[in-house]
C-alpha cells in the first residue's frame, strides 16, 4: 500500500461504459518512470484486473491496483480479492498433525491418532454423496461419541495437566 501511495501515480483515465481504464505509472525511487500498466476497474461488478497481473500469479493486489483504489475512494478490499490461504483459517484443524492439535504424546498414539483421522476421512469420501448413508455414520458418531464419554470423562486443562505430570 506504501509503494502505492509513493511510487505510483494516475497517468490516464479512460471510461468505456461502466469500466475506467486506468493507466498507472510505475516508478523507481528516484520518480524516474519505470513502466506503465493499466488497471480496468468495473464499476458495475466491483472488479479490478491489472495488466501486470500480479493477483493472477501471487493472489495478492499489485500496488497499482491500490493506487485505482485509492484514486476511487475504495473504503475496503473486495472479498474476492482476500484469497483463503491469506485468511486466517488457513489449515484446518483435521489437516494438523496429532501433536500440534493434543500436544506433546508418544509416537505410538500419535500414529493411532493419525489413523483414526484417515479413517474418519476415507468414511466421509465414500458417504458425502449419499445423503442417507451419511446421515447414519453422523448418528454413529454421535453414539459411539456418547459411550466414550461414559468410559473417558472430559477433564478441564488443570485436571489433563496434573495427570500429565
Known amino acids: 500500500m506504501n509503494k502505492a501511495v509513493w511510487f505510483c501515480g494516475v497517468a490516464n483515465v479512460v471510461e468505456v461504459g461502466d469500466k475506467k481504464i486506468y493507466s498507472i505509472m510505475h516508478k523507481n525511487r528516484n520518480s524516474e518512470v519505470k513502466a506503465t500498466y493499466k488497471v480496468v476497474h468495473d464499476i458495475w461488478e466491483e472488479s479490478f484486473d491489472g495488466s501486470c497481473n500480479h493477483f493472477v500469479r501471487n493472489g495478492i493486489l499489485c500496488r ?5 483504489m485509492l484514486n476511487y475512494d475504495v473504503q475496503s478490499i473486495p472479498e474476492k480479492y482476500i484469497l483463503p490461504r491469506w ?79
Open 64 to 68: 497499482h491496483t491500490f493506487k485505482v
Open 87 to 165: 485468511r486466517r483459517e488457513l489449515v484446518l484443524i483435521a489437516l494438523l498433525s496429532a501433536r500440534a492439535k493434543y500436544g506433546e504424546m508418544d509416537v505410538e498414539k500419535q500414529v493411532m491418532i493419525n489413523q483414526a483421522v484417515s479413517m474418519f476421512d476415507l468414511i466421509t469420501g465414500r458417504v458425502c454423496n449419499d445423503k442417507n448413508s451419511l446421515a447414519k455414520f453422523v448418528d454413529q458418531l454421535g453414539q459411539l461419541g456418547d459411550e466414550i464419554s461414559i468410559d473417558v470423562p472430559i477433564l478441564t486443562s488443570t485436571e489433563q495437566k496434573r495427570n500429565d505430570i
